[in-house]
T-cell receptor, first 110, second 115 residues
């Protein structure tokens, strides 16, 4: 079992719709969780972090964490074509460095 | 402006050659990391360093070497022992200790192609 699992996609949504990206992790001791956005050929950029159960909202983005079920999700409201990218879920188990999922490619159709 | 600088952005190497990728940060971060990314894949940890003059192997350290002589610098050498070195290499840094939330700050990456 991979430590951090994501559906590779592509996830295709129409412009203006809600995009929902999901991630599961295996280490119950994981302490903090991150969503990075990566455009093709570029380095990842942090868009959301979440540390406790529940929802965290920042503009059009909402991160959701459920430690009992070991999943974290990212909702993007009012999706824009510029949101088209690969979204990487990353988990801090407190051991050494972030562990990344393989990413979900999102395509927002104009 | 604080940040992480990687160089070169693009590098071509012949088989059998060693190459060194540079990574410099002025964020005053204690920890530095090297990740490798292959097309359609996530990031895999090569090496990391939590303090000057100390570093640890990550998940795919074979064929790579690093040094951490200064807090600001963490160069990565891709040796001829690395069988499939063509990839996108990302350097990152983070705070350490009680302030460490695990958040990583990335450089712009170096794309290595073996001819």
């Amino acid at each position: 079992q991979k430590e951090v699992e994501q559906n590779s996609g592509p996830l295709s949504v129409p412009e203006g719709a809600i995009a929902s990206l999901n991630c599961t992790y295996s280490d119950r001791g994981s302490q903090s969780f991150f969503w990075y956005r990566q455009y093709s050929g570029k380095s990842p950029e942090l868009i959301m972090s979440i540390y406790s159960n529940g929802d965290k909202e920042d503009g059009r983005f909402t991160a959701q964490l459920n430690k009992a079920s070991q999943y974290v999700s990212l909702l993007i409201r009012v999706s824009l074509p510029s949101d088209s990218a690969t979204y990487l879920c990353a988990v801090n188990t407190g051991r050494r460095a972030l562990t990344f999922g393989s990413g979900t490619r999102l395509q927002v159709q104009p | 402006d604080g940040g992480i600088t990687q160089s070169p952005k693009y590098l071509f190497r012949k088989e059998g050659q060693n190459v060194t990728l540079s990574c410099e940060q002025n964020l005053n971060h204690d920890a530095m990391y090297w990740y490798r990314q292959d097309p359609g894949q996530g990031l895999r940890l090569i090496y990391y360093s939590q303090i000057v003059n100390d570093f640890q192997k990550g998940d795919i350290a074979e064929g790579y070497s690093v040094s951490r002589e200064k807090k600001e610098s963490f160069p990565l050498t891709v040796t001829s022992a690395q069988k499939n070195p063509t990839a996108f290499y990302l350097c990152a840094s983070s705070l350490q200790g009680a302030r460490n939330t695990g958040e990583l700050f990335f450089g712009e990456g170096s794309r290595l192609t073996v001819l």
